[in-house]
């Protein structure tokens, strides 16, 4: 009897004081790896624009520095339309980085912007906010887990067609066709191109098709725009007033018709 | 006879006196350590956040402990003994389970308008705790049990009325 109690007495010492080493080890060697050494990082943001998808990407390094592993790291992103509804869910899995390695991934968080904007259309032309809940975990040394929350980060949003307007419209007679000299521009808030093609469609007050034109697009990110269009019009239906149609059409979105009253 | 009382009292203060000294001194390590830990300013904000219970269940958790501490060591050689062990033991594990909010906990910190949660789960070592736990109180039976029958085995001694011989039997 007294030896079986010696043995589970040492047991249970022995068990004890291996627990609360590992704990301290594992603890010291996490702090030393995320606060000392920072050897977590997140590398530059880029964007990329492709058919009707927006992704932004950037890449994520862990060196792991200290004496145990780091295991199913997983980086979640969310981000939510002004109306809270989610439009974008990403997930990006490492899925072991031993120690004494070095892991890196990069996180691509996708937007389909046409879907986004047949629901709001207003993101074209207005700024808004679209919140982001990202979220990081991962499990060290194969005993603890660890989950980092972020909720509700404001992403402020930058249309590609801020403040699209009509500056002047001016009819003239240049010998053979009656014309109207349609100026307008807009700012180009957000982080890629626009190239695509603008349609417009000059309207009478009697809502008669006077006339079509159209050019093409290429407007840089972050950069302003304004430009003439030239639409040869019917001077059957020329009025002194009307209303200008704006078709824009592009890879990533299509926007219009947005009508502009005139005179 | 007064003498007689004086000399009882010095030998039962003989006897208690060391007790009480090593009791104080244990209740002190097994309790103190995290009273300290909780009152240093600055250390005590954190440790706070980590709870998932008020103040007042921390601070009655370590009174218990000290309690259970001063009473085993006070009632060394009794089977009493053994009986707080194993009810420290079994109380101190459901404690461990409640404040750790089993073995998950949350914290959170304001970033602006936002705030930051961590999420710790270490449920695995918890879980080897309380088997570590639940062996340890296997343990205190078994060593209860070697108290008593070590007691049983024991000869008693009755002493002769007047004090000259004594009669030695054995159950």
């Not at chain 1, 990329?48 to 998808?53: C, E, F, K, P, V």
């Given at each position: 009897m007294r030896q079986a109690i010696?043995?589970?007495?040492?047991?249970?010492?022995?068990?004890?004081?291996?627990?609360?080493?590992?704990?301290?080890?594992?603890?010291?060697?996490?702090?030393?790896?995320?606060?000392?050494?920072?050897?977590?990082?997140?590398?530059?943001?880029?964007?990329?624009?492709?058919?009707?998808?927006?992704?932004?990407?950037?890449?994520f390094f862990i060196n792991n520095t200290g004496y145990f592993d780091f295991s199913d790291i997983n980086l979640t992103t969310c981000i939510r339309d002004p109306r809270g509804k989610?439009?974008?869910?990403?997930?990006?899995?490492?899925?072991?980085?031993?120690?004494?390695?070095?892991?890196?991934?990069?996180?691509?968080?996708?937007?389909?912007?046409?879907?986004?904007i047949s629901d709001l259309p207003n993101l074209l032309v207005e700024e808004g906010n679209l919140t982001?809940?990202?979220?990081?975990?991962?499990?060290?040394?194969?005993?603890?887990?660890?989950?980092?929350?972020?909720?509700?980060?404001?992403?402020?949003?930058?249309?590609?067609?801020?403040?699209v307007s009509l500056r002047d419209v001016s009819p003239r007679f240049n010998g053979t066709h009656y014309m109207l000299d349609v100026a307008l521009g807009f700012e180009n808030q957000s982080p890629f191109n626009v190239t695509g093609d603008m349609r417009l469609e000059i309207y009478n007050d009697r809502e008669e098709l006077m006339g079509v034109g159209a050019m093409?697009?290429?407007?840089?990110?972050?950069?302003?725009?304004?430009?003439?269009?030239?639409?040869?019009?019917?001077?059957?239906?020329?009025?002194?007033?009307?209303?200008?149609?704006?078709?824009?059409?592009?890879?990533?979105?299509?926007?219009?018709?947005r009508v502009m009253p005139y005179g | 006879m007064g003498s007689?009382?004086?000399g009882r009292e010095r030998g039962l203060l003989?006897?208690?006196?060391?007790?009480?000294?090593?009791?104080?001194?244990?209740?002190?390590?097994?309790?103190?350590?995290?009273?300290?830990?909780?009152?240093?300013p600055g250390v005590s904000d954190v440790f706070k956040s980590f709870l998932p219970v008020q103040e007042t269940s921390?601070?009655?958790?370590?009174?218990?402990?000290?309690?259970?501490?001063?009473?085993?060591?006070?009632?060394?050689?009794?089977?009493?003994?053994?009986?707080?062990?194993?009810?420290?033991?079994?109380?101190?594990m459901i404690f461990l389970v409640y404040l750790t909010n089993g073995g998950i906990m949350t914290l959170s910190f304001p970033m602006g308008e936002t705030a930051i949660r961590i999420v710790f789960n270490f449920r695995t070592i918890l879980a080897v705790f309380l088997i570590f736990s639940l062996i340890s109180v296997v343990k205190n039976l078994l060593q209860t049990v070697n108290f008593l029958a070590e007691g049983a085995e024991k000869p008693i001694i009755i002493p002769h009325k007047d004090g000259a011989r004594q009669k030695k039997a054995r159950y």
């Open positions: 010696r043995f589970l007495g040492l047991t249970v010492t022995i068990v004890m004081i291996l627990i609360g080493t590992f704990i301290g080890a594992a603890g010291y060697s996490m702090i030393k790896t995320l606060l000392l050494d920072r050897q977590i990082s997140f590398g530059q943001f880029q964007f990329d624009a492709s058919n009707d998808t927006f992704t932004l990407s950037f890449p989610p439009i974008s869910n990403s997930t990006t899995v490492i899925q072991e980085i031993r120690w004494g390695q070095m892991g890196n991934e990069t996180h691509r968080i996708s937007l389909n912007l046409s879907k986004l982001m809940e990202a979220s990081i975990s991962f499990w060290y040394a194969h005993a603890f887990s660890f989950q980092l929350e972020i909720p509700n980060m404001t992403v402020p949003w930058r249309p590609p067609l801020h403040n093409s697009l290429d407007v840089p990110a972050g950069q302003p725009w304004e430009d003439q269009v030239e639409v040869v019009v019917d001077p059957s239906k020329l009025t002194p007033g009307g209303a200008v149609h704006i078709y824009i059409e592009t890879p990533l979105f299509s926007f219009g018709p | 007689d009382r004086g003989r006897k208690l006196l060391p007790r009480i000294i090593k009791a104080s001194l244990w209740g002190f390590i097994m309790g103190g350590e995290a009273l300290i830990m909780y009152f240093i921390f601070l009655s958790l370590v009174a218990v402990f000290v309690a259970f501490e001063v009473a085993i060591q006070m009632l060394a050689g009794t089977v009493y003994r053994y009986a707080l062990s194993i009810t420290r033991t079994l109380i101190s």
